[in-house]
Structure formats: C-alpha cells, structure tokens
C-alpha cells in the first residue's frame, strides 16, 4: 500500500475549508489515502462527490480498505462530518482485520492501512473537538508506524488546534 503524500489539504479549526494544496501546509492536516484505491485519483484532482461515489461503490473490491480510507479522507474535505464519522470508524474497523497470505500465514493487520486509518480519524476527531479522540488515534497510528512523518504532522496540527480553541 503506498500513501500519496501529496494529497495535503488545509484544515483549520475555525475557518472553512480551503482546498487542496500541492504542497504540506504547515498549518494543515495530511489526509493518508492509498493511491491505488477506488476514488484515489478523484480525491487527488478534488473531486470529493466523485471519490465518495467510486469508494463507496467499491464496497466489495478486493481492497475495501483502501476504499473506505478513500471515503473517509473525501468527506471530511468535503465538512460532511457525520458521515466521515461513519466511513472513518468502517475504515478502521476494515484495516484492523487479519489479512492471511502466503508471506502472512498467521494473519496480521496491515500496519500501514492502519496507521493511515487512525490518522484520519484523528483528523476527523480533532475537527469535531474531539481532542482527547484524536490524540488515542494519533498514538494508535504511531504504533503501526512510529516513523510516519504525516502522523507525526498530524498529531503537531492537532495538539496547536487544540492550543488554539483553548486561548
């Protein structure tokens, strides 16, 4: 599973939605989606109705997950809260499942899926004020991934959001 680590977009606490941006945002969260996903190429060119479509139309593709973290990413870009709510715990819930291979017989979560997965419901927690929410799913992230740079971002924007609500 590859991340696209381009796909950065500006969420700020109390501000609307400013749109995708090329590069990270100091200011902004990272939404993690797997680049082969169904509606990847949709949510990279901002076309959230587009990416929610394609993922949630994708809910018996082989990679399920990938579609869910899609779906998650694209509704919280596109402020539909509620329903991130719900696509964001699908995600986590999917990543956290065995996947048993030939070079995986005993079934383990995939760790990366997980990571992205955590971390954007991290986001989607910070954004509803939830910070307490946010911060076990950045650590839970940082478990399956200690060296995630975006996780890393992620829980850095989180904890300045959170700074910033309380002044």
Not at 66 to 80: D, P, W, Y
Not at 145 to 159: F, I
Request: glycine share 4%; hydrophobic share 45%; net charge negative.
């Amino acid at each position: 599973m590859t991340k696209l680590r381009a796909l950065s977009i500006a969420l700020f606490c109390c501000l609307p939605l400013s749109g995708i941006q090329a590069e990270e945002s100091a200011h902004g969260f990272v939404l993690l989606i797997d680049e082969d996903a169904p509606g990847a190429s949709a949510m990279v060119a901002g076309r959230f109705d587009e990416a929610v479509d394609a993922a949630t139309s994708a809910r018996m593709h082989a990679d399920e997950v990938g579609a869910s973290t899609v779906a998650c990413a694209a509704l919280i870009a596109q402020r539909n809260l509620e329903a991130a709510n719900e696509a964001c715990d699908r995600a986590v819930e999917l990543a956290q499942r065995p996947i048993t291979t030939v070079y995986n017989p005993r079934g383990h979560a995939d760790r990366e899926a997980l990571a992205m997965s955590y971390s954007n419901r991290a986001v989607l927690r910070s954004l509803r004020g939830d910070a307490t929410g946010a911060a076990a799913d950045i650590e839970r992230a940082l478990r399956q991934n200690r060296y995630e740079a975006d996780v890393a971002h992620n829980r850095q924007v989180s904890a300045s959001n959170i700074v910033a609500r309380s002044d």
